[in-house]
């Protein structure tokens, strides 16, 4: 499928049929495949400060209490001997009914979506990667900065689907607010399902949107109910609303999308110094709280559901309150929240998040520190991994090629690094001699073509060469390399009878109006 | 001395009490002090590959042997009982030898320059960061790219003196060619002591320059000569000519350092797939011998000469042959070099280095993974940490203060996180309840000045804010800092006795004609 694109791409066709990607796309990428970790995970903890926060997390659920603003929720866990406060949503839970309910969760599980191809493997030492999620605003270097609105949400989308590094769409990668807000999601995950074949996920935005949105992953996967509700063929994310609180749609979202087998990740937004405490400590404590109170109502719903720890907090800049990210404090959070989720035995979510305007220095630095955080931290996802800019407000085209390539980077890192005999290259070494060079030897003539990882964006060229060809910028090259990719978008293949059924129901929903928009 | 600077500084003015500069600079940076690493270090190697990388660099020094281009050298090494070839100059050394005199290298050391307030430590968990070195051009945003002249390299200093986290200033930040070359180390070493009271470095390029060198760090110092004998003053840093072998310039002046007790660096230029072999394995263990055998014959001629292991193994693009840096086997190259460095008892220098030819997103990935490589490997010395451009043929402005930021990320990074029961800040969660906010809480406000890093080159304002700003990108913020850095430069206070004899000094071998220009 490489197109020619010039000097850089055509030097790199001869790579293709050895390390190549598999022909979904035009970029010379890595081929399809999670990371797994080979480093052990970064503990600023000892084991004592993770018992300490551990009991405090365990004092504000049994102490302070978690208010479940749905009133099912709230008679579950009366009758799971939780004390619920007659007249307000406010729940206190015993720390050995919350450690019973959390020891039933899996420690890693798979989510088939309808490629089965694509399945990804959540926990047990490897890490997927999701799109950025749920900006209002999308961006590029030619377009400028727009409202979201379908056509991006679809180009996105065709991203999502041709590059290999990215195992997972998160929600809307932008919102497509043209399409109208009572039948959005069905249009929205309608083409989620269409043009990508990768997990997807529906919001838990209420009953409807929920139940559709399961439903149409079931029909686009040509699975019968019995099938579907086996094992996880999509997930959702809900957001406690900090401090200490869980909203009627995310918790209503969860319990049904728990009830059916699906996954859920909690994530609590946990800021520290504006919805949690200044104190890392004392965030992640906070943190593990909201996300544990909720993991145990779903674990009393249904024992074994798939559920994430999900890792949020972040500091603000205490001079403006605004929301920073790729901080230090970012950093020791993802890692902190790593020991917190293999202290309780459950996969960990974290984002590749930053506070930048533009996908510049700023940009770049604030999401290597984010994935440093997330990947040193072990998350089993990571949110908002290609294209958020803007703490969330816009997704970016540009950075979305930017942040895989960061994602390839990683993923080559980590690799075990051999010593063998034909690694330590004595004979290479005695051969080539004090006067010699290894490029013609034929130790590395044997390996030159996989030896090294091989990015798509860098530009290695020499100044001179880098000058004369137009001096672009490595957002400049992204620019190209996105009109490139969606240019050669192919759709995945897509049984007709599963086709015709998803838009069957879309057209029947759509018929009965949709769903309600006053959530 | 901070100067407004518009609504960011003003907002951060009052922070300059509680964690700001030491009053140096304009900038509201860190105080002056080193990195202490608080994590472990990253090891791709267990003890078994350790150890096979550590024998196939003995049988290298044993059976290959490496190229000795200097005859005291050699005499001296034949005379330590090593084989020396009757017609050439190989040298090959026993592992016995080998490990008997590296042994007696100290693991840590202090390098005390002319204001002792800015003594940095080499090992002992520290690192310290140095300037870009040796670029032959010199880049800003408004002024392009030109060839590194005096006036650049004198702006240079003052960013290195007025940057607390830049503990040294490597050889010179970009090459002054507009000064004679056989005076130049003269007028740019006064230059480098006059402008700035950290540990500067002289080059070894033959006999004089670094006898000049030590002479002039002496004089600047005001110290007799016991006294600049008696513990490392300045230090200086030596490639070997990969494959194998040391040229006579860079042994001379190691020698000579040596004999009077001041450091010196061993960094072998091992590119895998081009000067050393493709795989990591075998171009590590070609660095460990070309370092060590130099180290072994410093450590013959002065026993407990302050040594350095230096890594520079990366990799090349093996499309072009171009050399690449903060690539995934970069990062894993210095990782193993710590490991070697540690096996031996010696600090390990690194660098912070990309081949981007502009300081923008790929230039920042790949510093990012450099820094992190060398961080995680636990670098005693960071060489090229701010400035670095295009693999080291610019030093950038821009990506000065770029970097600058970098160092302050990672330094604020490595500090412990406490989990004390005011850090878990129960009491604050229960103040603040489900309805309120940390912002206003007590907690928050006893700690919010000095609770997290502040950055000074972040824009974190939304991007309507931003826009009407003017829409500034990183770099062009960077820009206009290093202009108000310069611009509120202050010279550091000299003893003027020391001033005059240095100042006589550089007057005198002016008109003995300065050093020969044919090494």
Known sequence: MARARGGRAARRAERAESDADDGTSVVQQSRWGQLRYTDPPTEPLDREGVERVHGAAMEILEDIGIDFLHEDARRLLAEAGCSVDADGPTVRMGRDFVMEMVARAPSSFTITPRNPDHAITIGDGMAAFGTVASAPNVSDLAGGRRTG??????????????????HFVSGYPVEPVDLHASTRHLDALADALTLSDKVIQPYSLGSERIEDGMEMVRLAGGLTHEEFEASPRTFTNINSSSPLKHDWPMLDGAMRMARRGQAVLVAPFTLAGAMAPITLAGAIAQQTAEALAAVALLQYIRPGAPCVYGAFTSNVDMQSGAPAFGTPEYMRAMQMSGQMSRRYGLPLRSSNANASNAPDAQATWESSNSLFGALSGHAAMVFHA???????LTASLEKFVIDCELLQHWTHYHQPVPTGPEDLALDAIREVGPNGHFLGSEHTQARFRNAFYSPFLSDWRNYEAWEQAGAETTEQRAHRVWQDVVAGYMPPPMDAGASEALYAFVERRRSEGGAPTDF
């Open 149 to 166: 609105n379908h056509a991006d949400y679809q180009t996105l989308l065709k991203l999502a689907q041709s590059f290999n590094c990215i």
């Open 386 to 392: 290609a294209g958020w800019l803007e703490g969330g």
